[in-house]
């Protein structure tokens, strides 16, 4: 299985001059890495300049939680699907943070998921001490895919971000590979009360959290892991390829 490598540009870089840099040469390196799927989730504003063009697929950073209507400001699932997005990030803490509750992230991931977008759905608890986080994490699953067809599982990707582990938070410290593995079964145990078994057995799982070149080869290497979610390092084209060549020899 090819190991996932996700880039989270966030609200960066600034310039559209700057994106198509450092889309370019995370280009030509994808090109030539057989065990990589690598995914790039520019600003919105960027996807339909990037293309994407040869090996690297394209993701959203969101996506409205209906399909059309007046909603000022949003993008739909389906124009993403017609600029050639192939994947779309939901319920990242960054967005739950501004306010996306439980059931807005449950509609967007149904949307996403019913025009055929790969959907990441980002689950993790918020200060590395809460006692109950598995609980926690198990919580926003379960209110994710209430009434979520089982159908859909197999575009169904799930990253555990624990939130106090992203590099804005956690000045640039990740959490452990060891943690990532336990919570990798944590969270495949709760997927299978929802989906049952071979959807939580064929389910995805990947860790993000200030995954970096040094980071991770831990990650990448998680029994049952499915590959990473890179947020400030994917802007750093050498530091990201070189992630991506890591999980080429994985
Ligand atoms: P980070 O971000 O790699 O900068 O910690 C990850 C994310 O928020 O998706």
Same mark, same amino acid.
């Given at each position: 299985?090819? =190991? ?5 540009? =966030? ?7 700057? #994106? ?29 300049? *990037?293309?994407? #063009?040869?090996?690297? /697929? ?23 699907? +017609? ?10 803490? %960054? ?12 509609? =967007?991931?149904?949307?996403? *998921?019913?025009? +055929? *977008? @790969? ?7 918020? %200060? @590395? ?9 198990? %919580? ?12 859909? #599982?197999?575009?169904?990707?799930? #990253? ?21 593995? %336990? ?8 997927? *299978? ?15 993000? +959290?200030?995954?970096?070149? /040094?980071?991770?080869? +831990? ?32």
């Amino acid at each position: 299985m090819k =190991k996932l490598v996700i880039a989270n540009w =966030k609200m960066a870089p600034q310039t559209v001059k700057e #994106a198509q840099a450092i889309f370019a040469k995370i280009k030509s390196r994808a090109a030539r890495l057989r065990g990589v799927e690598t995914v790039i989730a520019p600003p919105f504003i960027y996807l339909p300049l *990037l293309k994407s #063009a040869g090996k690297i /697929k394209l993701a959203a950073q969101d996506v409205a939680k209906d399909d059309g209507g007046p909603w000022t400001g949003e993008i739909s699932a389906r124009m993403l699907k +017609g600029v050639g997005v192939s994947y779309a990030i939901i319920g990242h803490s %960054e967005r739950r943070e501004i306010g996306e509750g439980d059931d807005v992230i449950r509609e =967007k991931l149904y949307q996403s *998921l019913f025009r +055929g *977008l @790969k959907s990441v759905l980002c689950v993790g608890e918020k %200060e @590395k001490s809460q006692e109950a986080f598995p609980h926690i994490v198990r %919580e926003q699953i379960k209110k994710a895919l209430r009434g979520i067809p089982r159908y859909f #599982a197999s575009k169904t990707i799930i #990253a555990y971000e624990p939130v106090w582990a992203i590099s804005s938070h956690s000045k640039g410290k990740a959490d452990t590979p060891q943690n990532f593995f %336990e919570m990798s079964i944590f969270i495949r145990r709760t997927v *299978l009360d929802v989906w049952g078994k071979s959807a939580a057995l064929r389910l995805p799982i990947i860790y993000g +959290g200030s995954v970096n070149a /040094k980071n991770a080869k +831990g990650f990448l290497e998680v029994k049952g892991g499915s590959g990473v979610l890179v947020g400030k390092a994917s802007l750093d084209a050498r530091e990201f390829n070189k992630i991506l060549e890591i999980a080429d020899t994985i």
